[in-house]
């Protein structure tokens, strides 16, 4: 814990927001709820994922919280403060990287978005550059450094947005969509970026994504929002268990078997080659305390019954695990 | 509560050095686009004359309209000019708002520590506008040689008045019609004619406008102000009904209620564009 570590570092109370919207061709309004009575908090120093589907409420969420929009009902704090009344003093505290929107110079070279975002925020021109040169060494910038913003790729594009939101070196970083259209590569390397910058700052990080493997990587937490509403608060493992898709058991065996069934807290899910491989499905935590089979008790029962050649395991899809959150909540 | 202050918060920094890193950026930028500025340039240079051209027009069938004769309007026209284009110099890219607020680049104002209105206005700079302030210096210079003028200090006071505040009226109508396009994101063409017409209004003897007119541009937006009653004050000339000449001393309480106005329609866009009603 840091020294900031006291108090929450964001606080939604019951945060809802209503839009009104005009129906094509009519006078009438109809309102339409995109957050609804959200309650949640996030402690200094932790690395929370934010993720639901398009228009589920993430965006304004975000704004919300940054003093953008005005909740129709409810409360939220950052970093201690009201961000409507404070926004100026929280603008300070806060890095936001919108995926779409840029917050630099498109006609200048990435230098000088940088020497102008050092000004505004009135940082001393000595800091200003040591974090620059720090932040273009690690994310790898200096190869584009003089090229205008509007030539790079997206991906450099990208990793000069997340600089940019982190010159100022602050407390909360949020990011919406940071990995959206990358390439393999520069996600790994962005998210690489994102590890050792909290490890060396401990920077709280607030991540919306439609990639599952930021979460997976970057994230300790997971918020769901599902139509507005918080779905579901909690650890990514525990999310998994929560809506029952635990691990999946892959084993090859010496000779063709008959179907592995009858193993305690361990669902059969298919065979191929007349039983050489078999799928086992294991029980997630969520389901039973204590229902989850270890792997070796598994193994066990398995090598009663045929010669092991070779295993694998593959970890629960999130994709399919977000889904099924959607599907019970709408079913 | 010290700590929690982020170590480059430096109070020291100067509280200009915001604006003036963006601006000189802005500047920077449009010099490097040379063949484009100077293409800018010529056109806001040529835009100006057709405009003259339009009141030489009129006075090429009428020797005296609204008891302004070819070489008073010429006056009212250059310091019109003169104040507009200062306007649009500095703040006449506000009614580019509403290609900011569809493409959500407003929300990248809030990221940062500064005044919304400040940082709009200081986003950019219309430096080829300048060629219409010429048009307007030189118009205004050859005006005041060819007329008769009984040279005084209140001549010349009244000279730097309508310079001064009659920028602040203009560059509050664009403010004004920035705040307007929060409710209008697709009214551009409304906010256009209300800035431009209300500049065109500016340069024309107001004798000639029937009384609600008078009161709409004397008075609530007093563009009026701008030029017409100081070339009167300066040529000596009285008012037509309900604008007196002298009204034109009272040029800084128009520039005042003109800039109230104005920021408070800003202040209610925004509201507006947050959601908190309004």
């Known amino acids: 814990m840091s020294m900031?570590?006291?108090?929450?570092?964001?606080?939604?109370?019951?945060?809802?927001?209503?839009?009104?919207?005009?129906?094509?061709?009519?006078?009438?309004?109809?309102?339409?709820?995109?957050?609804?009575?959200?309650?949640?908090?996030?402690?200094?120093g932790e690395s929370v994922g934010y993720i639901g589907a398009n228009g589920a409420g993430k965006s304004t969420t975000i704004k919300m919280l940054i003093g953008i929009l005005v909740p129709s009902s409810g409360s939220a704090r950052t970093c201690g403060l009201d961000p409507l009344r404070r926004r100026k003093e929280l603008a300070r505290r806060v890095g936001v990287v919108f995926g779409q929107r840029s917050q630099l110079w498109w006609d200048l070279p990435v230098r000088e978005s940088f020497a102008i975002l050092g000004d505004v925020h009135r940082m001393p021109s000595a800091a200003a550059a040591a974090r620059t040169d720090e932040l273009a060494q690690q994310l790898d910038m200096t190869g584009y450094w003089d090229t205008p913003v509007r030539q790079l790729s997206l991906g450099q594009r990208m990793r000069a947005e997340i600089a940019a939101a982190l010159l100022h070196s602050p407390e909360l970083l949020i990011l919406d969509e940071p990995t959206?259209?990358?390439?393999?590569?520069?996600?790994?390397?962005?998210?690489?970026?994102?590890?050792?910058?909290?490890?060396?700052?401990?920077?709280?990080?607030?991540?919306?994504?439609?990639?599952?493997?930021?979460?997976?990587?970057?994230?300790?937490?997971?918020?769901?929002?599902?139509?507005?509403?918080?779905?579901?608060?909690?650890?990514?493992?525990?999310?998994?268990?929560?809506?029952?898709?635990?691990?999946?058991?892959?084993?090859?065996?010496?000779?063709?078997?008959?179907?592995?069934?009858?193993?305690?807290?361990?669902?059969?899910?298919?065979?191929?080659?007349?039983?050489?491989?078999?799928?086992?499905?294991?029980?997630?935590?969520?389901?039973?305390?204590?229902?989850?089979?270890?792997?070796?008790?598994?193994?066990?029962?398995?090598?009663?019954?045929?010669?092991?050649?070779?295993?694998?395991?593959?970890?629960?899809?999130?994709?399919?695990?977000?889904?099924?959150?959607?599907?019970?909540?709408?079913? | 509560m010290v700590d929690q202050l982020p170590a480059h918060a430096e109070p020291g920094i100067g509280r200009w050095t915001p604006y003036r890193s963006v601006l000189a950026a802005r500047i920077r930028a449009q010099r490097s686009y040379r063949a484009s500025f100077a293409i800018d340039t010529v056109s806001a240079f040529v835009a100006g004359l057709v405009e003259l051209a339009e009141v030489w027009v009129i006075f090429h069938n009428v020797q005296v309209l609204g008891g302004l004769d070819f070489r008073a309007v010429l006056l009212v026209f250059g310091l019109a000019n003169i104040g507009f284009s200062t306007a649009e110099v500095m703040v006449g890219h506000v009614d580019t708002l509403p290609a900011v607020l569809r493409a959500g680049t407003l929300d990248i104002y809030y990221l940062r520590p500064q005044p919304l209105l400040a940082q709009v206005v200081t986003s950019d700079v219309q430096l080829r506008r300048l060629a219409r302030v010429g048009v307007g210096v030189a118009c205004a210079a050859i005006a005041l040689s060819v007329n008769h003028i009984h040279w005084s200090q209140a001549t010349v006071a009244m000279i730097v008045i309508s310079l001064v505040f009659g920028t602040v009226i203009y560059s509050s109508l664009f403010v004004t019609a920035g705040g307007l396009q929060f409710f209008l994101i697709s009214g551009s063409e409304a906010t256009a004619a209300f800035v431009y017409g209300g500049s065109t209004a500016s340069t024309q003897p107001a004798a000639v406008w029937p009384g609600p007119l008078k009161i709409i541009f004397g008075f609530l937006f007093p563009v009026t102000f701008c030029a017409y009653l100081p070339a009167l004050v300066i040529l000596d000339l009285p008012g037509p009904p309900m604008l007196p000449s002298w009204l034109a001393w009272f040029l800084p309480v128009a520039a005042l209620w003109a800039a109230g106005a104005a920021l408070a329609t800003w202040r209610l866009g925004v509201r507006h564009y947050q959601g908190g009603g309004g």
């Open chain 1, 4 to 44: 900031r570590g006291s108090a929450p570092i964001i606080e939604a109370e019951g945060l809802t927001r209503r839009f009104l919207v005009r129906r094509k061709g009519s006078v009438r309004r109809d309102t339409v709820t995109a957050v609804a009575d959200m309650t949640f908090s996030v402690a200094a």
């Open chain 1, 180 to 331: 959206i259209g990358l390439d393999v590569l520069s996600k790994q390397r962005l998210r690489e970026f994102l590890i050792a910058e909290r490890a060396a700052k401990g920077t709280t990080l607030l991540l919306t994504t439609h990639d599952m493997g930021d979460i997976e990587r970057l994230c300790n937490r997971v918020l769901v929002v599902d139509h507005g509403t918080l779905a579901y608060d909690g650890s990514l493992p525990g999310l998994a268990a929560t809506v029952g898709a635990g691990r999946v058991l892959v084993i090859d065996l010496a000779t063709p078997t008959p179907d592995l069934i009858g193993i305690p807290g361990v669902t059969h899910l298919g065979s191929e080659g007349g039983g050489l491989r078999q799928r086992l499905a294991l029980a997630g935590d969520g389901d039973q305390p204590g229902a989850a089979p270890s792997i070796p008790v598994v193994l066990a029962a398995v090598s009663e019954r045929a010669e092991l050649r070779d295993l694998s395991i593959e970890e629960p899809d999130i994709e399919d695990v977000v889904r099924r959150i959607y599907t019970a909540a709408e079913g």
